[in-house]
């Protein structure tokens, strides 16, 4: 079985995403004292005696919103609430109970999942109590005191959740799914992908760019394969980043990248190949991530024979440093070419987990130094003695040679060459360690 989900909700500013970074132990939530800030909802796994479940963290409930975001929050926050299997219902003790509060309590109650009412901004028990009793008046049971900001009560709140969970059906699983991250500028479609693999509208979709702030975590099926795959934030350029939130998104997409098997790098195909692409696809190349360039909105192209040719020759040219990368033309809109986008992940995570026999790698080697002499330096030449393989995600061979200083970038690029001419090795970038070994030690 699953871990079990506990789902925090309540309306905006009350300070879910504070307690969701205390039990999770990172800023893993926006934190802001901005109502709305946390817009999509956000997975973290937590542990408490021994038991562990999944916390997510919801966009704040606003019952009678007419504003576009807010009422998508509001929907996402019931998708929560219905994949949840307790609800840790928040409200604001400073504030006091206002009607918000007991519209989400009618919502909750239809849900008929457990719910824990949870009291936060309770800095002093004892001057606080009075207040707290107030939430009685919600009629969802009884009022748990807590200040978030610094973790008072809440070891006992956490009592009380677990106490709903089914802890014999509960078992210790590793996570092996594939993990997959959405990159790329705003607005160029990456939660319209998610939402279109899962057939549901899982994340915000709008046309404001920027609307995804937080990574997302979105489990995913196909072809009887299980995924999980990590919506980014869009990066902006520096210039652009004016809000302080835009910072916290671009912390998050490295962290994001960070923590996925293969990067999906999405290009809008309108604006084509930009810089900035490159630099978002250099922070995956720089981690050794598999990676899948996929230009979107390909289906709004006007195209001739020579067209694909030409997009392929551009993103080649920015992104010449990864010529590894696998290139496809598909739309999230329409669906078109997402099969094939499934079938290179499944060949990019194969070929970051591929192994190659020592012996067959030092073939590969003694024949490329017979096609291409080392370089040579005041007389002395370089010596290739040896290379394996030392680890996987993404591939590391460790050569031994005589002179580190004589193993000049353009020789391993040499080197890295032959192996994949051998071995394919497509989707991912290739990691090269020089030792050194002096010839008496051979």
């Given at each position: 079985m699953s871990k079990p989900i506990v789902a925090i909700v309540g309306r905006p500013n009350v300070g879910k995403s504070t307690l969701f970074n205390a039990l999770a132990g990172s800023n893993i939530a926006i934190v802001k004292d901005t109502?709305?800030?946390?817009?999509?909802?956000?997975y973290a796994d937590v542990e408490w005696l021994n038991i562990n479940f999944t916390l997510i963290d919801t966009g704040g409930i606003e019952p009678d919103s007419s504003d576009?975001?807010?009422?998508?929050?509001?929907?996402?926050?019931?998708?929560?609430?219905?994949?949840?299997?307790?609800?840790?219902?928040?409200?604001?003790?400073?504030?006091?109970?206002?009607?918000?509060?007991?519209?989400?309590?009618?919502?909750?109650?239809?849900?008929h999942k457990p719910v824990v009412l949870v009291v936060n901004k309770v800095d002093d028990f004892n001057r606080d109590m009075a207040d707290v009793y107030e939430f009685y008046n919600l009629g969802?049971?009884?009022?748990?005191?807590i200040c978030a900001s610094n973790k008072l009560g809440v070891g006992d709140m956490l009592d009380k959740v677990v106490s709903y969970f089914n802890t014999e059906a509960l078992e210790d699983e590793e996570d092996e799914r594939p993990r997959i991250a959405i990159v790329g500028k705003p607005n160029v479609g990456k939660s319209s992908l998610i939402n279109k693999l899962l057939?549901?509208?899982?994340?915000?979709?709008?046309?404001?760019?920027?609307?995804?702030?937080?990574?997302?975590?979105?489990?995913?099926?196909?072809?009887?394969?299980?995924?999980?795959?990590?919506?980014?934030?869009?990066?902006r350029r520096k210039s652009k980043v004016k809000e302080e939130l835009e910072r916290?998104?671009?912390?998050?997409?490295?962290?994001?990248?960070?923590?996925?098997?293969v990067v999906v790098l999405l290009i809008d195909a309108?604006?084509?190949?930009?810089?900035?692409?490159a630099k978002i696809a250099g922070i995956a190349h720089d981690r050794g991530k598999g990676i899948v360039i996929a230009v979107n909105k390909w289906d709004a192209i006007e195209k001739d024979d020579k067209t694909v040719y030409k997009y392929r020759d551009e993103i080649r040219n920015v992104l010449s440093y990864m010529p590894y990368a696998e290139i496809l033309f598909i739309s999230a809109e329409t669906g078109q070419r997402l099969p094939k986008l499934f079938e290179t992940i499944d060949m990019v995570i194969a070929n970051q987990t591929m192994r190659v026999a020592t012996g067959v790698l030092n073939e590969i080697m003694a024949e490329a130094v017979a096609l291409q002499q080392p370089p040579?330096?005041?007389?002395?030449?370089?010596?290739?003695?040896?290379?394996?393989?030392v680890s996987v995600k993404p591939p590391t061979?460790?050569?031994?040679?005589?002179?580190?200083?004589?193993?000049?970038?353009?020789?391993?690029?040499y080197l890295e060459n032959k192996i994949r001419d051998a071995f394919g090795f497509k989707g991912t970038s290739l990691k090269f360690i020089i030792r050194e070994r002096k010839d008496k030690e051979k």
């Open positions: 109502p709305g800030v946390t817009r999509d909802r956000i576009v975001i807010l009422a998508q929050m509001r929907d996402q926050a019931q998708i929560a609430i219905d994949t949840a299997d307790v609800i840790l219902f928040m409200v604001d003790c400073k504030q006091g109970l206002v009607d918000s509060d007991a519209k989400v309590a009618d919502m909750l109650r239809r849900s969802i049971g009884d009022p748990n005191p057939g549901e509208k899982r994340l915000i979709v709008s046309e404001i760019a920027g609307t995804t702030r937080d990574a997302v975590d979105t489990a995913v099926k196909w072809d009887g394969r299980d995924y999980v795959f990590i919506d980014t934030a869009g990066l916290y998104s671009i912390i998050r997409t490295v962290t994001a990248v960070e923590r996925a098997d309108i604006e084509g190949v930009t810089e900035q692409d040579s330096d005041k007389g002395k030449r370089l010596k290739l003695y040896y290379i394996t393989q061979f460790v050569v031994f040679v005589n002179d580190r200083q004589l193993m000049h970038f353009s020789y391993t690029r």
